[in-house]
């Protein structure tokens, strides 16, 4: 049974567990897991691709699929793999480029331009390849139009994507999850994970057939490193094959076989590799070409066989993404400036809104505000793109949906928690008022999830280094958060960008270094700063090395006075 308190800064914490004594650190771990509710911890923890990846042909026009690309790769036909331009869906291009190119297949990629093209499968290069077998990857489920077009002209397009559908498109296969008539077991997968698993058939028909006599096959394995990055980085949950395709795709990240990724990796200065190192690293740097220029050059990077091509382009990755972070900061504080603290979502628009950023300043914002986050770019013309960010309890798929049957929306899909569309803007006062009817989300206080209370005696290296063996964390197993019973603040001083570094100490000598970010103007910031009496902290543990030394580190979300707990 959970716990609610609410905290000093009026945020509601909710503590799965009031236990404050663990045994062991194997007694934490089961505690842990139970509030995940893993019901059998040695089979969570021995999560493999190979006992929990079924048979590829599960899945409805798998077998189409794979022996219309054998063929193609048999008969030397040319085979066009069309991308989306986010992390999952430049890993899939590059899963399948990789694995064409090691089989010497005839082969070639499109991805779209964000401000040009939008998203998804374009007319105009299809009609540039109306020979070739074409593989929309994490694109083409709502391409009615494009595919219509397509049949018409005799293009042969084979679809992987894992968006939401409510009717099937007219293509040579569609492989997705969410089809109508297919079954429900593997829809938390990406497109990278559905990509990965159409290639696993496809080798395996390649192999069948005698297309590897003197010929060595490819490790499948290797591409894994791939579909870890494309599962973090879409936050899809990280239960089951995911979970499988994550831990083995974090070692074979690990040992630098993509040229790309280790010259991305040689920018990291962390010594372990975690799905946050996916996620808070790699992912943004590998979306900043999308959002600022071309997602085409990330591709370039994960399927380049030069040394030098590939520090080459980290090195304008790195440099996109401070210039993302620099716009992304300007355009979430004006929208913060003007947020309505009373309204149930946030939807804000501008022409000078940068069309790339928004969909993470969005993201800030739902972050931030715990409500529905809207924010739209117009140009010159009135023509608008929004991204969406929405809470647990709001599919703001059905709401895009919904808006396109009205009439309001031009277009647009997405997930339960994020989504896109397009707008004109003489329908953005439509658009408010839909989303002010639509939209009853009561007024609450943000809450903060925690796993249980520990106290500092308990911590220690081995103590949080043994907590690991959940990992990786994300999506569907969140990264453990704790709260720290009776400490007195000490220490507090501003940091950085407007960072507070503190240290948090016990009345029996033990302390432990903490931090918050970009809270120093905050009401949590000037409560660190002020507080004097025992407080509870809720946040974060890690280990940090330094010098060749480990210690414990804590981030540090939130503070409560001592009113609950032993």
């Known amino acids: 049974m959970s716990y609610k308190v609410t905290s000093l800064t009026n945020k509601i914490w909710n503590i799965q567990s009031l236990k404050t004594e663990y045994a062991s650190?194997?007694?934490l771990v089961l505690t842990l897991a139970e509030n995940r509710c893993i019901k059998n911890l040695d089979n969570f923890l021995n999560t493999t691709v190979k006992n929990t990846m079924p048979d590829p042909f599960v899945f409805i026009d798998m077998e189409k699929a794979v022996d219309c690309v054998a063929n193609a790769i048999k008969s030397g036909r040319k085979i066009v793999i069309f991308g989306d331009y986010d992390v999952d869906g430049v890993a899939s291009t590059a899963i399948c480029i990789n694995f064409l190119n090691y089989v010497r297949a005839d082969c070639s990629y499109e991805i779209p331009d964000r401000s040009k093209d939008g998203y998804g499968i374009n007319i105009e290069n299809l009609s540039k390849h109306k020979d070739s077998l074409i593989i929309a990857v994490d694109c083409g489920s709502s391409a009615i139009n494009e595919l219509l077009y397509a049949k018409n002209f005799g293009i042969d397009i084979i679809v992987i994507d894992h968006h939401k559908m409510s009717s099937i498109?007219?293509?040579?296969?569609?492989?997705?999850?969410?089809r109508p008539d297919e079954k429900d077991d593997y829809k938390y997968l990406c497109a990278a994970g559905l990509v990965f698993m159409c290639i696993v058939g496809i080798n395996r028909s390649l192999k069948e057939s005698g297309f590897y006599f003197n010929k060595k096959e490819p490790c499948l394995v290797d591409y894994l490193d791939l579909v870890a990055l494309?599962?973090?980085?879409?936050?899809?949950?990280?239960?089951g094959l995911n979970r499988a395709f994550v831990s083995v795709g974090l070692k074979v990240i690990q040992q630098r076989k993509n040229l790309g990724i280790d010259a991305l990796m040689s920018l990291y200065r962390g010594s372990t590799i975690t799905a946050e190192t996916i996620s808070f690293f790699?992912?943004?740097?590998?979306?900043?070409?999308?959002?600022?220029?071309s997602a085409d050059i990330s591709v370039k990077l994960l399927t380049t066989k030069n040394p030098i091509e590939a520090k080459n382009i980290a090195k304008q990755l790195d440099d996109f993404n401070k210039k993302r972070q620099i716009i992304e900061h300007e355009i979430t504080e004006k929208i913060i400036a003007n947020v309505d603290d009373n309204a149930a979502f946030i939807c804000s628009y501008h022409s000078d809104w940068h069309a790339g950023i928004i969909g993470i300043v969005a993201g800030r914002l739902k972050e931030k505000f715990g409500k529905p986050a809207i924010v739209i770019s117009c140009d010159k013309n009135g023509k608008c793109k929004a991204s969406c960010r929405s809470v647990d309890d709001l599919d703001i798929s059905e709401l895009v949906d919904e808006g396109i049957r009205r009439g309001i929306i031009s277009s647009g899909g997405g997930h339960s928690m994020a989504a896109g569309f397009t707008i004109e803007v003489d329908k953005i006062d439509e658009l408010m008022e839909f989303?002010?009817?639509e939209i009853k989300l009561p007024n609450r206080s943000q809450e903060l999830w925690a796993d249980c209370l520990l106290n500092l005696q308990m911590l220690s290296v081995d103590f949080i280094e043994a907590i690991s063996v959940l990992e990786p964390f994300g999506m569907g197993n969140r990264y453990p958060k704790f709260v720290i019973t009776n400490v007195r603040i000490s220490s507090a001083k501003i940091v950085g960008e407007n960072h507070i570094a503190t240290v948090l100490s016990d009345d029996f000598g033990n302390s432990l270094r903490a931090i918050s970010f970009k809270v120093a103007n905050t009401v949590l910031g000037k409560t660190i700063l002020n507080t004097i009496d025992p407080v509870y902290a809720l946040g974060t543990l890690s280990i940090s090395h330094w010098k060749g030394k480990k210690y414990i580190s804590f981030l540090l979300e939130d503070i409560s006075d001592c009113?609950?707990?032993a």
């Not at 973090?232 to 990280?238: A, Q, R």
């Not at 790699?282 to 999308?290: E, S, T, V």
């Open 282 to 293: 790699l992912g943004p740097k590998l979306n900043a070409a999308g959002r600022m220029s």
């Open 169 to 178: 498109p007219s293509a040579l296969a569609i492989i997705n999850p969410y």
């Open 435 to 437: 989303l002010k009817a």
């Open 25 to 27: 650190s194997k007694e």
């Open 230 to 239: 494309a599962t973090v980085c879409d936050v899809v949950n990280l239960i």
């Open 563 to 565: 009113r609950f707990g």
